[in-house]
């Protein structure tokens, strides 16, 4: 096995990209190499996403490709993530030419299937909750990805994560924390801490709560920055909010998706809160800190959405001015509560619906983020952004900034004057202070 090559390409959230990462770091460490591209690998791994019906449709897409390119080499191709979990036994009866299909609690048995492969191909046992190692992120060597509670027991009628990452579970603090300390000595500055629901986390093992576990990680020497994702509003704190406010290394931007302002959709969606609930968290969250940054998910289209559903949620997106929104349109995912509703709206409302909420929305981002202009931030640098013509890099309220300034190194962190807009992204200036 030592030397072959191998390529990862991976789709969906944030989890995906962060079991990638660690999935890299175990392949290297087995003596494998990573491939500069896919048509010259010797493995390629799919990391999938089933959360819509649109992503599954590329996903295939892209199988059927792989498929083309072995006809003329000894490719192995590993499809894992959330289809392969879902799918597991439909995938090789499409796709004769997967070779192993790896669900989202069996990643680290892959070393173990390339070494010596195998008599089985699908690995998809969901009894046993894994510990995946925090992982560095593959395009920034300065930041790494925690993964502090996995799956999702929240079941929203209309998701199919919690069948595709199975019921939740939260990883021991004491171990985070001694995580995170090595991955510092590797260099890393900034903690991305990641989770279906981060405000859950610990609540099954009776560990320290979440807004705890984030003072400990602030007093880690050499961790400059802690970011989080996904809150969940039903689970959502005073206690959260002090933490957030009043923790200097923690990034004051807060992901809560909102889905629906409709209380009767909210319901339908198994979402266990109502607008006013949500719409006080988001009071609260900008008494205790103003300039707050506050982004969303919204979901339009789900079945028995009226028109003054929808108008409800456009209205709550005019009124809480979400510095940013990931619009969806809803997709029936079959096991999911949700699947066995009949729809309501043709193709055609959806799409018109889900495209006057991205126009207003699309309006008020650009309106929010000038109340940043003439302020002063701390940046994280990411890269150099050829396309901008600059150095791209990330505010102390998680937003988008390019600075002029090519002298800036990834990793470094500065201070800068922000001073104008471009699109969505903010342009800088370093103070050199
Ligand atoms: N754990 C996160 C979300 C994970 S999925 C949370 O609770 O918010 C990311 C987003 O995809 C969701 O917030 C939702 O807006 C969207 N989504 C999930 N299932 C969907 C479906 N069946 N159709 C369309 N969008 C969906
Ligand atoms: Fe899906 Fe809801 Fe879990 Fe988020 S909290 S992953 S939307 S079931
Ligand atoms: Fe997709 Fe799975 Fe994430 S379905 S959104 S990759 S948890």
Redesign the pocket.
Known sequence: MQGLKFYIETYG?QMNISDSAYLKDILINKGLRESDSLENADIIFVNTCS??RSAEERLEGRLAYYSQIKKNNNLKIFVIGCYAQKEKDNIKKRFPAVDFVVGTRNITKISKIINAPLNEYIFTDMETPEYIEPSIDPFNKYRGFVSIIRG?S?F?S????PYTRGPEYSLNSKKIIDDIKKLVDKGIKEVFLLG??VNSYGLDTGDIKFYQLLEKINNIDGVKRIRFL?S?PKDFSNELIEAIASLDKVVKQVHL?L?SASDKVLSMMNRKYNYKHYFSIVENLRKRLPMISITT?I?VGFPGEDEKDFLETYDAVKEIEFDKA?M??????EGTASYNLEETLSIDEKKERLKKIIEIQNKITVEKLKRFIGTFSSVFIENINKKNNGVFGITDYGLNIILKDFNLQQGQITNVKIESLSGHTLIGKDIKL
């Open positions: 959230c959360v819509r999702c929240n929203c209309y998701c199919i994560v279906q629901n996904t969940h998706p889905q998910d979901l990931f969806f349109m809803y997709s029936p995912r």
